[in-house]
C-alpha cells in the first residue's frame, strides 16, 4: 500500500482537538466535523472526499442549520473574513443594481426558507449568483434542503482541498 500524502498523514495525525479546529474552520457544523474525523486515517484525498459526502449526507436539519450559520449572505463577503471574501470573490466591481437585486432575492429567499442562500460560490459572478438563486426559490422546502447539502458538500470539498494545499 503506498504512503498518504504528507499534509494527509499530518492532517490526520493531528490531536482532536486541533483536528475538530481545523474540520469546524471547513464546515461550522460539529456533528459533520466528528463524522469525518471519525474515519480518519485517510489514505488518499478520495477517503476524505467520500468522508466529507458521508458526514454532508448524514447531517440533520438541525445540523444543516450550523452549517449554514458558518456562511456569509450571498452578495455580502463577511469584511475581513478571507475565506468568505475570496469564495464570493465574484461580487467585487459587480454593478450596484444587481447587488441590490441581488439583496432583494436573498430576503426573499431566507423568508421563505428560514436560511441563507447557499451555493458554492467560488468561480461565480454576481449575475451567476443571482440568477442560481432565482432558479432556486421555486424549489419546495424538501427540495431546497437536498440541493443546499449538495452545494455544501461542494463548497466542504473546496475548503478540504485548500487546507490539504496550505503550507504547513
Known amino acids: 500500500m503506498t504512503q498518504p500524502p504528507p ?14 479546529e481545523l474540520l469546524l474552520e471547513v464546515c461550522s457544523s460539529p456533528a459533520w466535523a466528528a463524522a469525518v474525523a471519525a474515519t480518519r486515517p485517510w489514505h488518499d484525498r478520495a477517503e476524505l472526499s467520500a ?83 432565482r432558479a432556486r426559490y421555486p424549489n419546495d422546502p424538501a427540495t431546497e434542503a437536498e440541493t443546499v447539502r449538495e452545494e455544501l458538500r461542494k463548497i466542504n470539498e473546496i475548503r478540504i482541498d485548500r487546507l490539504l494545499d496550505a503550507p504547513r
Open 7 to 20: 499534509a494527509l498523514s499530518a492532517l490526520a495525525a493531528t490531536d482532536t482537538a486541533g483536528l475538530r
Open 51 to 133: 468522508a466529507n459526502a458521508a458526514a454532508t449526507a448524514g447531517l440533520s436539519a438541525a445540523d444543516l442549520r450550523d452549517a449554514m450559520a458558518g456562511h456569509a449572505r450571498i452578495g455580502t463577503p463577511k469584511p475581513g473574513d478571507a475565506v468568505s471574501e475570496r469564495e464570493q470573490a465574484g461580487v467585487r466591481g459587480a454593478d450596484p443594481s444587481v447587488l441590490a437585486e441581488l439583496r432583494a432575492a436573498n430576503t426573499a429567499y431566507e423568508a421563505k426558507f428560514g436560511h441563507v442562500f447557499l451555493v458554492c460560490a467560488t468561480g461565480r459572478t454576481a449575475d451567476g449568483m443571482l440568477a442560481a438563486l
